[in-house]
């Protein structure tokens, strides 16, 4: 199966502590960006947040264990890859890259780092914005110790524990006849159209989420919600579920704030799009392919 990006690669098991450290994967960071080894700014990108990205880049392999030094923030174990250990490490935001590494965001790095290593990295930065934020008790206010078998932070005092924070969040791509409903929010990149999005409320279905999303951001009606796939987001800490709908009434009107524009748009006259990093991409693409399938446009993509 083709994983989507920032998917668990199949040969990477979960642990949280190393019995023996040995040669390692270091996945460190500063702020969001990630420090590798990489060459010039190049290739061009399918990203509109994106200028370009490095002709290659990889991590950088060190065979001793915590080759940082003092100098991280903080230090977590992510678990094996393959027989290699992985480690994620926080430098402080004014950290120097040392000598021939760079600083890079992960939007950037997308189809040029290792795929493995960059679901990884995706991985990686989630765990330490956990981290960094759960150092202390949400309820009495103690500082928080890491549990030796369980990724969380219990507070030693009252108990309470802190689990990595997820938040599920509801795609929809809505079809009508041989149009799709795309829109846009206010921090788009200009001219980029995606699909309908918003994060699960507590207390509600995945079937609700997606009903009452698309009600309040174009104020249309849907039904035959399909399941596509799901795709892990670090941006920040996202579980994207992705559906096909179908629009069964009312007209597009844009929530204010929300929704810049929203319309519905023919298969073949499509706006700007989404990166191929992200599940709205598939998501758009494979609908589009469909629709042209059974319209019988066959010099569609
Ligand atoms: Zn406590």
């Known amino acids: 199966m083709h994983l989507l990006p920032f998917s668990r690669p199949v040969d990477f098991e979960q642990r949280v502590a190393c019995e023996a450290p040995g040669e390692g994967h270091w996945f460190v960071f500063r702020g969001d960006q990630l420090l590798v080894e990489m060459g ?9 947040r994106v200028r370009a990205r490095p002709a290659w880049a990889r991590l950088p392999l060190r065979k001793n264990h915590n080759w940082l030094g003092d100098a991280p923030a903080r230090t977590l174990y992510l678990g094996r890859l393959g027989a290699v250990d ?27 780092l290792d795929d493995a290593h960059f679901a990884l990295a995706g ?31 219990v507070c030693p005092a009252c108990k309470l524990s802190a689990y990595p924070r997820v938040a599920p969040a509801v795609m929809a791509l809505i079809k ?15 001219g980029m159209y995606s699909a309908l999005a918003g994060f699960v409320e507590p207390g509600e279905s995945l079937e609700q989420c997606l009903a009452r999303e698309v009600f309040e951001e174009v104020g249309v009606q849907i039904n035959n919600m ?23 009434s009312g007209e597009i009107k844009p929530q204010d704030g929300e929704i810049e524009e929203a319309n519905w748009f023919e298969v073949l006259q499509l706006p700007k799009l989404p990166s191929k990093i992200s599940i709205a991409r598939r998501l758009i693409d494979a609908v589009v392919a469909e629709m042209n399938r059974s319209a019988g446009n066959t010099n569609a993509v």
């Not at 010039?40 to 509109?48: I, K």
């Not at 765990?127 to 932070?153: A, K, M, Y």
């Not at 409903?181 to 921090?187: K, N, T």
Request: proline share 11%; aromatic share 12%.
């Open 40 to 48: 010039p700014l190049e290739r061009p990108s399918d990203d509109l």
């Open 176 to 190: 009508r006849d041989k149009q799709i409903l795309l829109a846009r929010g206010p921090h788009f990149p200009p």
């Open 226 to 248: 399909r399941y596509f796939a799901s795709q892990p987001w670090p941006f920040p800490h996202s579980l994207m579920i992705a559906f096909v709908c179908d629009w069964v």
């Open 86 to 112: 992985c480690w994620a490490a926080e430098l402080p935001e004014d950290a120097e890259a040392p000598a021939g590494m760079s600083w890079e965001g992960l939007r950037a790095l997308f189809s040029v």
């Open 123 to 153: 991985r990686a930065v989630q765990l330490i914005n956990w981290d960094r934020t759960h150092q202390f008790c949400g309820r009495c206010g103690s500082r928080t110790e890491p549990h030796p078998q369980e990724r969380v932070r």
